[in-house]
């Protein structure tokens, strides 16, 4: 029978219930979306990192080094296990497509430090995991990372024309991979063996007869460290050690560049997240006040249900279920909501993470979710309604009309200008006074969260 | 047979504070209420009618005194232990009818039979039966309150009163917001229950109300001021009519 009661609280709030309803599924898709970012980009480097067999450290050395290096890593009991890359460090000046002389803004060139390594000579550690690849043979095909993607706007086949030590190419993009470190913002590229030898010869020759071949060549060596070594401790003793052997090169941990890599999706997740609760936050603030309202309009209602037999307990059950119900319900649209937007959403957030995030049912964002928004909503209704219990039977039946005391005739008519329409409107606008200045916090919260959010999501995630 | 008294008041007193000042509305009440009776609570306004009405039925708590209702003194119950016991014991009848707006007809009756944890199927059936009994079809059962007229409306709230089949209907001034022909048809329902056993307690100041009843009270002051035995109700019987009047007009009515 409570259920009955739940039916008819419904259908004599109805368009209220809706109202919050629509409010709630916004602030549930921005608070979930927010920890299902949070959590899932917490998550993300850590799985990619163990799926990639991405390094704890990559240190990149610039000078003749490579007996001291191995000494150095061979001693330190940190390293559990490296692997050494030979790069090709060049300046690479970027043309788009319809770039010309004087271009600006996305037409304009752009002045790119890649690490070119030749295609397809990488060992375990740090290898590059391909998201996308073409089934096409080029003739000279560059394999960029989807930091490198996101930062110029390329896609799978685009020519990439570059101007390399005055001379000009045109490679053809074959495919992105991700990794942690090197796939990031040390701008590594992969190019055909033949392309990267050739230009290695150039180097060694350019260098002229300095001695050891080795001299000039940079090289990357990916460093695993021993289970519960901390990277970033480890990174500032193996920078300290490069300098007392007098090596030229710097240390790149994976801790510095997730921080760097997530520091804009935690801002997002944040946002969200604040944006979520005040938007709930003032709707259960409506929400209270709504239920006091509800109970002085339909005190005689009340008051004829417990005539009958009803207790305090089972009329405030009624009216809890009611909006409890409702949060629930708007949970579950809303939460769908976020799983369906997410396919719209992840492809802009990875020009932020520079890797794929293959997001998938996140228990703890569900339950988070659940918990505030369905828990907060039980909690004000039960606070709400605690004047039933208080309420007399005969007092709410006999009197119910009396509840409301009037005292303050505004805008009498007999006295204020204008038309009737227009003083009957103001007069009950202050005498709902409380409802109007609720209703207009409310609006004017819901717009400001829905305009900056559209700003910042237009200015951060659309706008390059 | 002695009748059997299904309440009983001792010194029942109530009283309420108004401006920080005491009023007495009901003073030392020694009543009985006996089971089968169609008992009429007259008298002049501010009288005490309503007051003590809501306080046989445990709507509303003694100030002083006692009330045994079916042998249980249900003077110092909780708010919770006097909701149960109303809904097992009590139906009611109010003037301004009080059905829930938001429920249908039936449902309304339901809200109230399931409330004692009654068989819902056999709920709807006596439902059913009720609402035949009182003149209400079927195709109202499924509408709300506001598509009835008055005089349907407060038949749907006898049906509700009856669904738990209680020891006594409470019914205050039933017919005050129903026009001439709404009034007779309530009334004739009210009559015909108490012919088939129900026991009644109903307050009003109409005489052609006042009529149906078989024991008339009126109430003075907050005391009883007098009684009458009027008998079975018997349409047209104009010997019981004019006992009514003499009866009343000694009252001061």
């Known amino acids: ?464 | 047979m002695p009748e059997k008294s299904m309440i009983k008041t001792e010194k029942l007193c109530k009283s309420f504070s108004v401006g920080g000042v005491q009023q007495h509305i009901i003073k030392n009440l020694d009543l009985d209420i006996y089971e089968g009776d169609f008992t009429v609570i007259m008298g002049s306004s501010g009288a005490g009618k309503s007051t003590l009405l809501y306080a046989l039925s445990g709507m509303d708590r003694a100030s002083l005194g006692r009330i045994l209702f079916c042998d249980k003194d249900i003077t110092h119950f909780t708010s919770d232990q006097l909701a149960i016991f109303r809904r097992r014991h009590c139906g009611f009848v109010f003037q301004q009818i009080h059905l829930i707006e938001t429920m249908s007809v039936m449902d309304n009756v339901l809200s109230a039979g399931m409330l004692t944890g009654q068989n819902k199927k056999r709920l709807v059936q006596n439902a059913k039966q009720l609402f035949e009994q009182v003149g209400i079809h079927e195709t109202l059962w499924r509408k709300f309150p506001n598509q009835l007229s008055g005089g349907e409306a407060q038949r749907a709230g006898i049906v509700r009163a009856l669904i738990n089949s209680p020891d006594m209907v409470f019914a205050d001034e039933p017919t005050g917001a129903l026009n001439s022909a709404s009034s007779d048809a309530v009334l004739n329902v009210l009559t015909q229950v108490n012919r088939s056993g129900q026991s009644i307690v109903m307050v009003t100041h109409d005489m052609k109300s006042a009529r149906r009843g078989n024991r008339i009270i009126y109430l003075k002051d907050g005391s009883i001021c007098g009684e009458c035995d009027l008998g079975s109700y018997v349409s047209g019987d104009r010997e019981r009519h004019e006992k009514l009047q003499d009866f009343l007009h000694r009252m001061g009515w």
Not at chain 1, 37 to 46: E, N, P, Q, S, V
Not at chain 1, 349 to 366: C, E, G, K, Q, S
Not at chain 1, 449 to 456: C, G, I, K, P
């Open chain 1, 1 to 464: 029978m409570i259920i009955r009661l739940v039916k008819s609280n419904i259908r004599n709030d109805f368009g209220q219930i809706i109202s919050y309803f629509l409010i709630l599924i916004l602030s549930v898709w921005m608070l979930h979306t927010g920890l299902m970012i949070l959590f899932g980009y917490g998550r993300l480097y850590a799985e990619k990192q163990v799926e990639l067999n991405g390094s704890d450290l990559v240190i990149r050395t610039l000078s003749d080094s490579a007996q001291e290096m191995a000494q150095l890593l061979r001693a330190d009991t940190s390293i559990r296990d490296y692997e050494r890359y030979e790069i090709v460090n060049k300046e690479v000046t970027y043309r788009p497509d319809g770039y010309e002389e004087g271009s600006k803004n996305g037409y304009a060139e752009r002045e790119l430090n890649v690490l070119f390594e030749p295609y397809g000579e990488w060992g375990e550690i740090e290898a590059p995991g391909f998201v996308e690849q073409s089934a096409e043979e080029y003739d000279n095909p560059i394999y960029l990372s989807l930091y490198e993607k996101t930062n110029l706007g390329v896609e799978l086949g685009d020519t990439f024309h570059c101007q390399i030590s005055g001379k000009e190419y045109s490679f053809t993009i074959a495919g992105f991979f991700e990794q942690i470190i090197t796939g990031g913002m040390m701008e590594v590229a992969f190019v055909s063996p033949e392309q990267y030898n050739e230009w290695r010869e150039k180097l060694i020759k350019d260098m002229g007869n300095m001695g050891d071949m080795e001299y000039g060549i940079p090289y990357l060596y990916c460093v695993r460290l021993a289970g519960g070594e901390n990277d970033a401790a480890a990174g500032g003793e193996l920078m300290t050690e490069l300098g007392n052997r007098g090596i030229m090169g710097y240390v790149v941990t994976h801790s510095m560049t997730v921080s760097q890599y997530s520091y804009m999706q935690n801002i997002i997740a944040a946002i969200l997240s604040a944006f979520a609760l005040v938007i709930t936050g003032v709707s259960l603030i409506i929400i209270y006040f709504k239920i006091s309202n509800s109970i002085e309009q339909n005190i005689t209602n009340i008051g004829a249900l417990k005539a009958l037999g009803y207790t305090s307990a089972q009329i405030r059950l009624s009216m809890v279920l009611e909006f409890t119900l409702t949060a629930a319900v708007a949970c579950a649209a809303g939460v769908g909501i976020s799983y369906g937007t997410l396919p719209f959403l992840e492809p802009r957030l990875r020009h932020f993470a520079y890797m794929v995030w293959d997001y998938r049912f996140d228990p703890t964002a569900l339950f988070l979710t659940v918990v505030l928004i369905v828990g907060a909503a039980m909690l004000v209704s039960f606070f709400g309604t605690k004047s039933i219990v208080a309420l007399d039977p005969v007092q709410a039946l006999r009197f119910g009309l009396r509840a409301h005391s009037f005292r303050k005739n505004h805008f009498p008519i007999e006295a204020t200008g204008g038309s009737l329409t227009w003083l009957l409107a103001l007069k009950a606008s202050v005498q709902n006074r409380k409802q109007n200045i609720m209703l207009v916090g409310l609006m004017l919260v819901v717009g400001f969260v829905s305009t900056f959010s559209v700003f910042l999501g237009y200015n951060t995630i659309y706008k390059k």
